[in-house]
């Protein structure tokens, strides 16, 4: 199966940064329903249903017909992003070992 960076010619982290900076509202929003689980009391959330609940509440506030559009694969990267920023809340998300074997100098996550 190919990787990412054979697909789209860039890597994840690179996408990731891109679509992030284009997007800071996206992050603030993955923020305030992490927070908004946590103030209920749950210990362990999956990125993935937070990006789900983002998707269904677009949809329910928009009228716009084209489709929301984020990638899956920002997901981990959404929940690295607040681990980092949040390092008191880093067993909320569980995160696996990236697959790229070295980080390159510079890359975030």
């Not at 284009?22 to 959330?45: D, S, V, W």
């Not at 509440?57 to 980092?84: G, M, P, W």
Request: glycine share 2%; with cysteine.
């Amino acid at each position: 199966m190919a990787t990412f960076a054979e697909t789209s010619g860039r890597t994840i982290d690179e996408m990731f940064a891109e679509f992030d900076e284009q997007n800071p509202n996206l992050y603030a929003r993955f923020k305030a329903l992490a927070f908004e689980m946590i103030k209920k009391g749950k210990r362990r959330c999956s990125s993935k249903i937070i990006v789900c609940v983002m998707r269904y509440q677009h949809d329910l506030e928009t009228n716009e017909v084209d489709e929301f559009k984020i990638n899956d694969v920002v997901t981990s990267r959404y929940a690295r992003k607040f681990i980092e920023e949040f390092p008191e809340h880093a067993e909320f998300f569980e995160t696996r070992e990236l697959r790229a074997a070295q980080k390159k100098p510079g890359m975030l996550f």
